[in-house]
């Protein structure tokens, strides 16, 4: 059986997902972002799956109120129980059909049995030498991951950690 590593879901942007400033909220966006990527990585697995990371996203533009917007998942690479799912999205002014790369984005989502532990996810299987170069880019990225964890480490190691004890800075006048 061919697997489903592709996942298409397209939205019209409604004035409920506005900001104050009249554009979509990045909020908003995350939130369809995460589901997009959740669809694609359970219906892949064919299990529940959670979100375990996102990459650094940047939106360089704003999306509008009125577009439509066009999410393309794909699992990059699967590892045990993880899986990276690669998020591009394209919006298009339906006035005058102009569209543009909006954002592209990386989630790590993990493949969880019926008691919510990690599970294995299908191999993933290379039906042409894109989806080769997609594993290659993304096995880059989790070791680029890894090291930033790394390196962060490194630098806050001296930064005392912040006291959420609220107590301490009451006003006690
Ligand atoms: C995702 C989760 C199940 C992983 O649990 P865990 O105890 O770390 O499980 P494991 O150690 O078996 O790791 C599972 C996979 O995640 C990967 N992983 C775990 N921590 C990682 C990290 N910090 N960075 C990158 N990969 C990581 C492991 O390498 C493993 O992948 P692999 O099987 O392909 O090698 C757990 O962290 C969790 O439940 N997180 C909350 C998820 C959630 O609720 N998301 C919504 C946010 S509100």
Redesign the pocket.
């Known amino acids: 059986m061919s697997q489903e590593k592709t996942l298409y879901m397209t939205l019209l942007m409604s004035p409920d997902m506005a900001n104050f400033a009249g554009n979509v909220h990045g909020g908003a966006l995350l939130k369809m972002l995460d589901q997009v990527a959740y669809a694609c990585a359970a219906r892949y697995c064919g299990t529940y799956v ?4 996102l990459d650094q996203v940047s939106f360089k533009e704003p999306i509008k109120v009125g577009e439509l917007v066009s999410f393309r998942a794909h699992v990059n690479y699967v ?4 899986m990276e799912i690669g998020v591009k999205v394209v919006t298009e002014d339906l006035r005058n059909k102009e569209k543009r790369h909006a954002v592209s984005c990386y989630f ?1 989502m ?1 493949a ?1 049995d019926e008691n919510g532990k ?1 599970t294995p996810a299908p191999p993933l299987k290379f039906n042409n030498e894109f989806d080769k170069k997609l594993y290659e880019a993304a096995k880059m990225r989790q070791e680029m ?1 890894r090291e930033t ?1 790394r390196r962060n480490k490194e630098i806050t190691a001296g930064i005392p950690s912040y006291n959420p004890d609220l107590s301490e800075t009451d006003d006690d006048s």
Do not use: A, I, W, Y
């Open positions: 959670v979100t375990l990371s590892g045990r129980t993880s790590t993990v969880l990690p991951r964890q």
